[in-house]
């Protein structure tokens, strides 16, 4: 088990950018498949960026091309940029390790796009 913290949450207008940092603790970091998650007040949790062990990348269709998730394993942590936000992108932001049977959560950040 890895313990996951996220940070680079706030608030911002349209159209700005925030870069989300999810860190975790312990070497075996590398091994996980990352996955940054959103969850709106009223609506489910649903997946916004994947990567792999291996780098492989994969975005839901309604941030495509606007976030690019990334990973730097010599520090443990993984990367969510967020580019051209919008107000529907509000949210708290989660990240979610997972290797194998096993996933930990991170407590969330909160991102809020308002003029």
């Known amino acids: 088990q890895v313990q996951l913290v996220e940070s680079g949450g706030g608030l911002v207008q349209p159209g700005g950018s925030l870069r989300l940092s999810c860190a975790a603790s312990?070497?075996?970091?590398?091994?996980?498949?990352v996955g940054w998650y959103r969850q709106a007040p009223g609506k489910q949790r649903e997946m916004v960026a994947h990567i792999t062990r291996g780098g492989t990348t994969n975005y839901a269709d309604s941030v495509k091309g606007r976030f690019t998730i990334s990973r730097d394993n010599a520090k443990n942590t993984v990367y969510l940029q967020m580019n051209s936000l919008k107000p529907e992108d509000t949210a708290v932001y989660y990240c979610?390790?997972?290797?194998?049977?096993?996933?930990?959560w991170g407590q969330g950040t909160q991102v809020t796009v308002s003029s």
């Open positions: 979610r390790g997972t290797y194998g049977p096993y996933s930990d």
């Open positions: 312990g070497s075996i970091f590398s091994i996980y498949a």
